[in-house]
């Protein structure tokens, strides 16, 4: 599968975003999907994952209640809605495909290239 994300940008504190990953290929279902980010100078964390059939959600704690992770199989999409962005915020967001669960940075088996969220003050 691959992976191409979009939809980042620059917003306001208290704002929102919705990111999308688009995959091409019939196996996106047979994937569990995350989103991670890396701020500028920083490792690489995890934010949220989704497993394969939809039913099973994890966040960060720095994000729980804020943002929340979906995914339409039918259309090979996943999501990431973020509401109340904060400047710690500002990352570039990844999107990235495995089989393990729960999902770590070590499960990842594909990367999408990274979008960039940018949330001003």
Do not use: H
């Amino acid at each position: 599968v691959q992976l191409q994300a979009s939809g980042g940008g620059l917003v306001q504190a208290g704002g929102s975003l919705r990111l999308s990953c688009a995959a091409s290929g019939r196996t996106f279902s047979l994937y569990n999907m995350a989103w991670f980010r890396q701020a500028p100078g920083k490792e690489r964390t995890f934010v949220a994952s989704i497993k394969r059939s939809g039913d099973y959600t994890k966040y960060a704690d720095s994000v729980k209640g804020r943002f929340t992770t979906s995914r339409d199989n039918a259309k090979n999409t996943l999501y990431l809605q973020m509401n109340n962005l904060r400047p710690e915020d500002t990352a570039v967001y990844y999107c990235a495909a495995g089989n393990s669960w729960p999902f770590s940075l070590r499960n990842v088996e594909r990367w999408g290239q990274g979008t960039q969220v940018t949330v001003s003050s």
